[in-house]
């Protein structure tokens, strides 16, 4: 069936690193994907998509890299601060649906 | 609105009651999802309307669960007799628009959630 999981529930790096989420999906038809971040208390917030006829796609700080061969989806940050501490979930969808399949998330925690 | 807008915030009901959340959408969005996130958990589908169309119920996870939208805007969620393992936060989003995909336009915007304890 459908899944879509990320490999690490906890990323701990330091302030100014990099940081790279990743996540694995099973459904070969998905052709559009999202990332999301979660801050306590919150709802989750886009933060960058990229369709399946694309590889890459970079935003403000972040680049979103897709691998259609393996099915596998990541997240980079540049030069991370306390303030990207968060739960980062991506996210898929297969069609023109609204339903987006949601992994468990990665807890990325920013060290001083 | 300027967000999408949940309320209430936070419910405690006792296990058997009925319980109903509502979701403003943003002005204009003709997508609406209910999502559900248990703790620690991601994001589990519920239920989405778009426009006049039937809604898809795949997700909810029995007949207890049910959703309206009334005049394409504001939903309310329904749990009838709940369980404690209906506990959760209860995330609603909004969107412009389904065609198109992977334009930006369909871009969910979520609100803040209800946070549903059954004790």
């Known amino acids: 069936g459908e899944s879509v999981g990320l490999h690490l529930p906890t990323l701990s790096v330091q302030e100014g690193d990099n940081s790279i989420i990743n996540c694995a999906y099973s459904?070969?038809?998905?052709?559009?994907f999202i990332w999301y971040k979660q801050e306590s208390g919150k709802g989750p917030q886009f933060i960058i998509d990229i369709r399946s006829n694309m590889d890459k796609r970079q935003g403000q700080r972040v680049t979103v890299l897709l691998n259609k061969t393996v099915k596998h989806l990541s997240l980079q940050i540049a030069a991370t601060q306390p303030g990207d501490s968060a739960v980062y979930f991506c996210a898929e969808n297969s069609g023109n649906t609204g339903k987006l399949i949601f992994g468990q998330g990665t807890t990325l925690q920013v060290k001083p | 609105g300027a967000g999408v807008s949940q309320s209430p915030s936070n419910k405690v009901t006792e296990k058997g009651k009925d319980v109903e959340l509502r979701c403003d959408p943003i002005s204009g969005h003709t997508a609406l999802y209910w999502y559900r996130q248990s703790l620690g958990q991601g994001l589990e589908f519920l239920i989405y309307f778009q426009g006049n169309s039937a809604p898809d119920k795949s997700g909810l996870p029995s007949d207890r669960f049910s959703a309206e939208r009334t005049g394409g805007s504001v939903s309310t969620l329904t749990i009838q007799r709940t369980q404690q393992e209906d506990s959760a936060v209860y995330l609603c989003?909004?969107?412009?628009?389904?065609?198109?995909?992977?334009?930006?336009?369909?871009?969910?915007?979520f609100g803040a959630g209800s946070r549903l304890t059954v004790l």
């Open positions: 459904n070969s038809a998905s052709d559009y």
């Open positions: 989003a909004s969107s412009l628009d389904l065609a198109g995909i992977g334009s930006g336009a369909n871009v969910l915007t």
